[in-house]
């Protein structure tokens, strides 16, 4: 008998293939292929509650465990933190999306003009020039009419002529933006769910220079961070659920945030405490030279975001 996937030659006692570990079956039934299927789902399932389970509740353990060589247990750290964000940004869109068209989204779209009032909601009503020293809102309504003579080149030129050249290339993506039914914010958006990803090497340099001494190599600060941001998200997810629940009480909302801030930095102290093996007094002085690297990359992260959503209008 022989595989019939690689077809090496099998035993009659071998149930796997020993060169490609495909299961020995004669005749594909429907007991194999149900079997694959519970078998899939309950070690996805087993592996996904188990690693969210580690990384909410036991800050720096999930790291330990992976950079240990403890890894067919969990999840990777990489899909964890992108399942997690893929959810988060897909939740965003969609309530965004449904606060855009009303309550009734189908009455919405089936009526013209609460269809204009939602785009109207969702959209400046105009862009701001300055003209002879002061501040011009141009309404959509213009901008549209000298799109249609064919004149919107010029007119940009003509409204941007005394402003700085920045300022006025922006105030020329805007308007087009506002022609396109492109809101700004929304292209924001997009490109920080990107950079988020994309400056998690700076975050691990960043925890390389704090714990040179820790011998964890790069490797294991880039995992780290990516545990550490994945339960970031996590929060963020919660504080989304819980946010929709408690609804507009201005109250509850900033006892709520203030409740998930302390959670926030409780858990990353006890994180660096157990995985870089530091008591109490040396992880908390960590922790404040990890905040003043935090706050240097934030500033270059919200102007590269910036930069780069106007660069995509």
Excluded at 1 to 9: A, I
Excluded at 236 to 264: K, M, P, Q, T
Aim: charged content about 20%; hydrophobic content about 50%; overall charge neutral.
């Amino acid at each position: 008998m022989r595989c019939k996937n690689c077809n090496k030659l099998l035993e009659k006692a071998d149930n796997y293939c020993p060169n490609c570990g495909q299961k020995n079956i004669p005749v594909l039934n429907l007991k194999f292929v149900l079997g694959e299927f519970f078998q899939t789902i309950w070690n996805v399932d087993s592996k996904l509650f188990r690693t969210l389970k580690c990384l909410i509740f036991k800050p720096g353990y999930l790291t330990k465990e992976y950079i240990s060589g403890k890894r067919v247990s969990y999840l990777p750290p990489i899909r964890i933190y992108l399942v997690l964000s893929f959810l988060f940004f897909f939740l965003i869109s969609v309530f965004d999306f449904e606060d855009e068209i009303g309550e009734d989204p189908f009455i919405s779209f089936n009526n013209s003009e609460a269809k204009d009032n939602r785009l109207d909601s969702n959209h400046i009503e105009g862009v701001t020039f300055t003209l002879n020293g002061e501040n011009e809102v141009i309404s959509t309504e213009d901008l549209k009419r000298m799109q249609y003579e064919g004149e919107l080149d010029k007119g940009l030129d003509s409204l941007t002529a005394e402003m700085p050249k920045f300022a006025g290339y922006v105030s020329k993506k805007l308007a087009m933006a506002e022609l396109n039914d492109e809101g700004f914010i929304d292209v924001i958006r997009d490109q920080f769910s990107l950079f988020l990803l994309l400056f998690l090497p700076f975050f691990s340099l960043l925890y390389a220079t704090v714990f040179r001494k820790s011998r964890r190599g790069f490797i294991g600060h880039l995992i780290f961070n990516l545990h550490l941001n994945s339960f970031l998200i996590f929060v963020l997810l919660l504080d989304f659920f819980f946010g929709s629940l408690i609804g507009n009480d201005e109250a509850v909302n900033y006892a709520w945030a203030a409740f998930l801030i302390i959670v926030s930095q409780f858990y990353l102290i006890k994180a660096v405490m157990y995985f870089y093996n530091r008591k109490w007094g040396e992880a908390l002085y960590k922790y404040l030279l990890l905040l003043i690297g935090y706050g240097v990359l934030a500033i270059l992260f919200f102007i590269l975001v910036f930069f780069s959503s106007i660069m995509m209008l």
